[in-house]
C-alpha cells in the first residue's frame, strides 16, 4: 500500500513539473512572438514616418499640408520611439492597467478591432473567392438557372 502512495505522490509531482515546464515554455514563445509582432509594428510605424517625410516633401515648406504632414510625421515617430523603447511586458502592463481604468473604452475598442480584423479577413477571402470564380468556366451558371425558375 505504501508503494502505490509513493508512486501517486511521484506521479503528482511529476505530473506538477510537466505543467510548469508547459507553462514557461508557451509563456516563453508568447513573448518571443510578442517581440517579433512588435518588431514588425516598429518597422511599420517607422516606414509611416518616411512615407509622411515624403509626402511633406511634396508642399512648399511654408504650406499648411506641409506643417500638418511635419506633425504627424513627429507623433507617428514618437509612436516608433516608444515602441523601441518600451519592452513588451511593459505594454502589456500598460494595456492592463488602461483596461482596469477604462473597462468600456477598452472593450468598445477591442470590438473595433476585432469587426476590423474579420473586415480585413473576410476582404482576403473574397479575392481569393473572386479569383477561384474566374478561373472556374461553370461559376454563377447554376445561380443563375436557380433564379430564372
Known amino acids: ?3 502505490t502512495e509513493s508512486t501517486l505522490d ?3 509531482r511529476h505530473t506538477r513539473d510537466m505543467a510548469r515546464d508547459a507553462k514557461e515554455t508557451i509563456a516563453s514563445a508568447a513573448i518571443d512572438e510578442a517581440e517579433t509582432l512588435r518588431q514588425r509594428a516598429i518597422d511599420e510605424v517607422d516606414q509611416a514616418a518616411d512615407a509622411t517625410d515624403a509626402a511633406r516633401q511634396e508642399f512648399d515648406a511654408q504650406s499648411l ?3 500638418v504632414l511635419r ?3 513627429a507623433q507617428i515617430s514618437s509612436v516608433a520611439d516608444h515602441l523601441r523603447d518600451k519592452p513588451v511586458d511593459a505594454m502589456v502592463d500598460d ?3 488602461f483596461a482596469r481604468r477604462n473597462p468600456l473604452l477598452f472593450l468598445g475598442g477591442a470590438a ?3 469587426f476590423a ?3 480585413f479577413l473576410k476582404s482576403g477571402s473574397g479575392t481569393r473567392n473572386a479569383q477561384k470564380a474566374a478561373d472556374d468556366p461553370w461559376a454563377g451558371h447554376l445561380d443563375s438557372g436557380e433564379k430564372q425558375q
Do not use: D, F, I, T
Open 1 to 3: 500500500m505504501a508503494n
Open 10 to 12: 511521484a506521479a503528482k
Open 65 to 67: 499640408q506641409a506643417a
Open 71 to 73: 506633425h504627424l510625421g
Open 95 to 97: 494595456v492592463a492597467v
Open 112 to 114: 473595433v478591432a476585432g
Open 117 to 119: 480584423a474579420a473586415r
